[in-house]
Each structure stands twice: as C-alpha cells, then as structure tokens.
C-alpha cells in the first residue's frame, strides 16, 4: 500500500517526466538548428539524419565569406536600436502625462493605440512603399527605424503606462515641492524609479525588430536589408547549405533568445498589455 | 485644501473642471506630451490608408505608367472573382482559426502541466518551452522546411522510415498543414508564456481550500484555473489574432503560396499582386478587404475584451 507522501512523489515525477517530454519536443527544432550548424554539409543532408558526428566550425568560418553577414547584422542591430531609442522618447512623455494626469480621454486614446495594430500591414503596402520610393527610403536604415517606430509606439505607450501606474503620485509631488520642472521630475525622479520597467519595454521593443519580417522583407533588397532577409535568401533552391544555413540561422538568433530568457516576466506584462502581472 | 486635491490633476483640455490654484500643483502638460506620439500615430494611419482607398478606385500598375482613370469598383470586382480570392480567405480562416485553436488549448493544458506540481528542472523546462517564440519567423521557416519537414533528410522522414512508413514531402501534399504546424510552433509558446504567469498568480490558499473540500484535481481545474485564466486567454487570442491575420514570411520562404493557391493567405495574396504583377489598383483593394476583415475581427474581439483590458490597466 502507498502512503499520501509516496504517490504524491510518484505522481510529481510523473507529471514532470510528461512536461521534459514535450519542453525537449517544443525545444528540438532549434536543437536541431544548433547541432547541424556544427556538422558538414554532407553530414547535415545525410539519411538517416545523424546525432554523432565529428563537430566543424567551418560554417561560422565561411559564413562572413558567403554573405557579408557583419553587414546584415550590423543593419539589424542599427534599425532595432534606432527604433527602441526614438520609440522610447515618444513613449515615455505620452506615457507620463497619461499615467499622472489622467483626463476622460485618456482610455481612449490608449485604446485607439491600440487599435492602429489592427491595421494589416498588406492594407498599407502600396502606399509606403510608394511614399519610401519618392521619398528615397527604399531599402535604407532610416525607411525601417520609421516604420518600426510607428508600429511598435503602441504597445511601448502601454507598457510604459502601466510601469507609471504603478508609481505613488506623492514621489512626484514631492519632488515638484522642491521646484522641479517637469523635465527634471521625468528626468532626475520617474526614468530612476522605473529603470527596470524601461529596460523590458526597450528589450520588447528589439525583440519585435528584430524578428520583424514583412516590411524587411518588402521594403530592403541589399544596403539596407537585416538578418531576417539574410536568411530569406537562403531559401532560394540554390545548392543545399543546410550546415551554413543553421549557423548563420543560430548567430541570428542568440541574441534575442538570450534577452528572451531574462526577461521572461516582464515581457509577459508588455506582451499583454499589462492585464497579465 | 486638502491632500486629496493637491493629488488630483487639472486637464489643461476642460478648464471648467479645474481646482482653485494651488501653488504646488503644476499644470497638467497634458496633450502637448501626447501629442507627438498621437500626431505620427494619426499620419501612420490615416495618410497610408487614404492613400490605399485612393489606389483601389483607379487603374494603377507600375507596368503601365500614365494610365491612372478613375474605374470605381472594378479593382473590387477584380479581387475578388480572381481565382485566388476564395482560397486566400479560406486559407487565411484556417490558419488563424487552427493556430488560435492550438495554442489556447495546449497552452493551458500545458502551463497546468507545469504548475500542477514541483519537479526537478521546471525553470529549465520554461525556458525550453518559451523559446521558440523568439525565434525570427524565417529562421523557423526554413529549419522547418529543410531540417524537419524534407522528405528525404528530414527528421520527421526519419521517424515516419523507422515506423516503416513511405516519407511525405509535408511541404508538397500538406502546405497548409505544414505552415499552421510552423506558425503553431512559433506561437504555443506565446500562449504558455503568458498563461503560466497567469496562473503563478492564482491564490494558493484557495487551491489549497478546495483540496481539503474533497475537490480533485479535475474540478479544481475547471471550476478555480479555467475562471481565472478567462482574462489572459482573451489576451492570447486578441494579440495572436492581430499577428496570424497578417502571417507572411513563413509562406514567402517555403511554399510561396503553392502549389497552386494552396497555402496562399490574404497577405500573401496581397503581395502577389502589389510586388509581383504590380498592379497597385488590385492590391490596394485587397488590401482594403484584409483592412476590413482586421477590424471585424477587432470590433468583435475589442467588444469581449476591451473592457477587460481597460479596467485594471
């Protein structure tokens, strides 16, 4: 006969057997992507596919040599820091004056905000890429850091409101006590008290550029192309490189994955809006 | 005066409703502080889509240039009894219903999973399960598509030998199958990421009360989990519903949305026409169709959930 404690026991390692099961299932694909960036092309296409094999660094090697890749990456990191930077000036005075001076509008406009996100990027297609043309933003940074502010400003505004929210008004009564001006109370009192809430809003904010793919992909053809239509181009049936494929695919994508996993928690905040805690 | 009205805020945009002035309250900078994130929202929206509902009542192709009259509806008429049409919205349907579907049932089965008990390595296991989401939407495509999906070298080519079976080449015979698993993969986790946090907020106590009731563990699920993960489920579904609508580059890197229209969504379709036959007029028709069925979505989605949203926000 079991006692309580036992099957309790046998039953937690049970469930937790079941839930590795399916995390190493949901993981494989990018298990997958990171052995093969190891192997040799041959290996990589071998049948049946191979888990042993002698390890090469060879793709990341080749890697620069086949696609300039520091370009892409390079593209990638400005166009993502860019529109971060500029989204969060925009954010946080909107943010501030919706969080501390609340008037009847204010839902609104947050909900209106949000509503701009509805509009399917292909509904728009046609005029900015037309207006990037005339403008000659076409397949530049600067076309992209644009765009990527605009559509990111919402869930930034949101993000930022609710950290604001979350700060006693007195803290800045305090500090207007003392003759602050509204630049130094933002300044010198809010951006201190909310660093962390700021860094998870910046660190969304890449994560969605960085991983933005359909403007990149329809507005940038070389100069100003990033990673995500680097490894578009891989798609062509030009000659299978799966090994050099997956190691410019796991260069591509550590970065986020390792801001990802930190920030986990507070992402999930952003991500919904601040309905979930 | 009082320390309740030195903390209330006088809105610059309703002078009558503001308190007698007091010396250290300071007035409200309001709209001006807003005003430039509402400004560049405004032109963002209204001028492209102005310009879209311009596009679509005249003949516009990059091919023919000069030759723009006013033709009414006939860019509509165009779109929609192309033989692409039924298919695009079917396919754009399907895609958004079955990932929808997914990874709201699996997302909570799973996060219920990980939070029914303590076990060794559940950070790890976290992480494991969240990562995907991070993942660029080409990369995802294309690992599927070459290290998975090949019918020859690919993983599930091998399971489906070992079992004895024929290999199928996903992509060819199941292209909408395939691309719903992809974009499934890259959005179960999104689901799982939220609910978990969800319900790390359920009151344990309460659990707890329950059990010592003679509740099992399926009526604890349905009567305490289910009702309290109701909020975080309609976020999963309004924001995974504003991103599947618009699903593109999982279908531009792997079946280019074929064969045939097979695995062509409204998106895709879209681009067909704007950047492929440049015929600006029909795309930007399209368009407006995809812009309309986005916001049937979203009155009816902003309808269950918005106050939802607003109120603890």
Request: net charge neutral; proline share 5%; aromatic share 12%.
């Amino acid at each position: 006969m079991m006692t309580l404690k036992q099957s309790r026991r046998l039953q937690s390692v049970l469930l937790g057997t079941l839930a590795w099961a399916i995390a190493l299932l949901l993981f494989f694909p990018i298990f997958w992507m990171l052995l093969t960036s190891f192997k040799t092309e041959i290996d990589a296409f071998a049948t049946p596919p191979q888990f042993i094999f002698t390890p090469t660094l060879e793709n990341y090697l080749h890697i620069q040599e086949r696609s300039d890749y520091f370009k892409f990456a390079w593209n990638s990191v400005t166009i993502s820091f860019g529109a971060t930077i500029i989204g969060l000036l925009l954010a946080v005075p909107a943010a501030y004056s919706m969080a501390f001076f609340e008037t009847r509008l204010t839902k609104q406009t947050l909900l209106w905000m949000l509503s701009t996100k509805m509009l399917p990027a292909v509904g728009v297609l046609m005029p900015i890429y037309l207006m990037a043309k005339s403008l000659g933003l076409l397949d530049t940074r600067l076309g992209l850091i644009i765009i990527y502010t605009l559509i990111n400003l919402p869930i930034m505004v949101w993000m930022v409101y609710t950290y604001f929210k979350d700060i006693p008004k007195d803290i800045l009564e305090a500090a207007r006590l003392d003759g602050a001006t509204t630049l130094q109370e933002i300044v010198r009192v809010l951006l201190p008290i909310s660093k962390g809430g700021l860094a998870s809003t910046a660190l969304l904010s890449l994560i969605l550029c960085w991983n933005e793919a359909f403007w990149s992909l329809n507005l940038t053809s070389s100069n100003a192309a990033p990673l995500t239509a680097l490894i578009a181009s891989y798609s062509s049936p030009e000659g299978l490189f799966w090994a050099k494929l997956s190691a410019v695919s796991t260069l591509a994508c550590a970065p986020i994955l390792l801001f990802g996993w930190i920030s986990q928690k507070q992402l999930v905040r952003g991500l919904s809006f601040g309905a979930v805690k | 005066m009082n320390a309740t009205t030195l903390k209330s805020t006088a809105p610059t945009s309703l002078p009558n409703q503001t308190h007698p002035a007091h010396p250290h309250r300071r007035k409200s900078p309001g709209w001006l502080l807003v005003s430039p994130s509402v400004a560049l929202l405004l032109l963002w929206m209204i001028v492209p889509l102005g310009m879209t509902v311009y596009f679509s009542l005249i003949r516009y192709n990059l091919l023919y240039p000069g030759e723009n009259d006013f033709v009414g509806l006939e860019n509509f008429e165009y779109f929609v009894t192309d033989t692409g049409f039924m298919p695009g919205m079917t396919n754009t349907v399907l895609l958004v219903g079955s990932v929808l579907l997914i990874s709201v049932v699996l997302g909570v089965l799973i996060s219920a999973l990980l939070e029914a008990t303590e076990f060794w390595g559940r950070g790890i296991v976290r992480v494991l399960l969240i990562s995907p989401f991070f993942i660029m939407p080409t990369v995802s495509a294309l690992i599927w598509k070459n290290l998975i999906f090949h019918p020859v070298s690919g993983i599930l080519a091998a399971v489906w030998k070992f079992f004895g079976a024929q290999p199928v080449d996903w992509l060819a015979t199941h292209p909408l199958l395939s691309i719903i698993l992809i974009v499934s993969w890259q959005w179960l986790p999104f689901a799982i990421l939220i609910l978990m946090t969800a319900m790390q907020s359920l009151d344990q106590e309460q659990k707890e009360a329950a059990r010592l009731d003679g509740a099992g563990p399926l009526a604890i699920f349905w009567h305490l989990t289910l009702p309290h993960l109701a909020r975080p489920i309609a976020v999963v579904v309004m924001i995974e519903t504003i991103f599947l609508l618009s699903v593109f580059a999982e279908i531009f890197t792997t079946t280019n949305g074929g064969p045939g229209f097979a695995s062509t969504n409204l998106a895709y379709l879209i681009y067909t026409q704007a950047l492929l036959q440049f015929d600006v007029g029909m795309a930007s028709a399209g368009g407006l169709i995809a812009v309309v069925i986005a916001n049937i979505a979203a009155i009816i989605l902003v309808r269950m959930l918005g106050k939802n949203l607003t109120d603890k926000a």
